[in-house]
């Protein structure tokens, strides 16, 4: 058997252009113009790559874009404070804070500055704590991307009953995640780098969600016959001479004779990530503004 590939890459195209026209028809309507600032500290290449593209998106999109650019000896009080200042600001609806950070700044006190309702990270415990107590919340957007994908696979109501095996735990995707899997009526796993004999367990999962961070660690007797597999993982390899190669958690070539359906590395899961945080964008303005996403 070989699998269906996930095309995540047309699915995110098709999202974004959707986003594209709802940002047109609420200035149309609302003269609201969705807001986008991205602070970036220091010069991590690849972030620098990420942020890049984050605020070309935003601007394709119609969004009001901007990018806040902090050298690597940023203290926490600087930060802090620009963070203050886009929280006050009416013309920002959504506030990114890229990560890592440098060692001097701690993570989690960034975090529960941004207002939780700017938050398009999804990341603050508001947002977490919402999302988990079936709220409207702002979800962090590679776990939002995710369930689009999987919504679209399984049909409305299809996920209901289906046991999902989430590997990973961390506050971006594995917990998030979870909760969304859960709201969709699956019986959840989440497995971690601890779980004793974890090839077993993720081959009970309808679904397997891979965000361990570890190239190819998932190999073929990590899939049931028949589940449908997302991988998260964005791992670059070394190749000989030189190059290197992007590859995700799951080992493709073995998955995808098992599977039913697989999101590809890159190609997959990648490229949602993007579009969903415009969707927040567009989810935060229309907030502040007390209006109906259009
Ligand atoms: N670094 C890698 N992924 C992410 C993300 O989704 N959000 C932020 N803020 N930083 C990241």
């Not at 594995?174 to 004999?197: F, N, W, Y």
Request: glycine share 12%.
């Amino acid at each position: 058997m070989t699998a269906d590939i996930i095309d995540g890459k047309a699915f995110a195209a098709g999202l974004r252009g959707m986003v594209a026209q709802q940002a047109a028809q609420i200035r149309e309507r609302h003269g609201l113009v969705p807001g986008l600032t991205v602070v970036i500290v220091g010069d991590d290449p690849a972030s620098q790559i990420y942020v890049r593209n984050k605020g070309k998106v935003a601007a394709e999109m119609g969004f009001l874009s901007d990018t806040i650019r902090l050298t690597e000896d940023t203290s926490q009080g600087q930060l802090l404070a620009v963070i203050e200042r886009l929280n006050i600001d009416a013309a920002v609806h959504g506030i990114l804070v890229q990560l890592p950070l440098p060692e001097q700044i701690d993570e989690g006190a960034v975090i529960l500055a941004i207002d939780p309702n700017k938050d398009v990270d999804g990341l603050h415990p508001i947002n977490a704590g919402r999302l988990s107590a079936g709220q409207n919340a702002l979800v962090p957007c590679t776990p939002l991307g995710c369930s689009m994908l999987l919504a679209d696979r399984f049909g409305p109501g299809g996920m209901a009953g289906k046991r999902a095996v989430m590997v990973g735990r961390s506050n971006l995707v594995g917990k998030p995640m979870a909760q969304l899997l859960l709201a969709e009526h699956c019986t959840v796993t989440i497995a971690h780098s601890r779980t004793q004999d974890l090839p077993a367990l993720c081959a009970e999962g309808d679904i397997l969600i891979a965000a361990i961070g570890r190239a190819e660690m998932l190999g073929g007797n990590c899939i049931k016959p028949g589940a449908v597999v997302i991988d998260v993982g964005m791992n670059r390899i070394d190749l000989e001479g030189g190059k290197t190669k992007l590859c995700g958690d799951v080992n493709f070539a073995q998955a995808s004779e098992i599977a039913a359906a697989i999101t590809p590395v890159p190609g997959g899961v990648g490229p949602m990530t993007i579009a969903c945080l415009m969707v927040n964008t567009v989810t935060a303005a229309c907030w502040a503004r007390g209006i109906d996403a259009a």
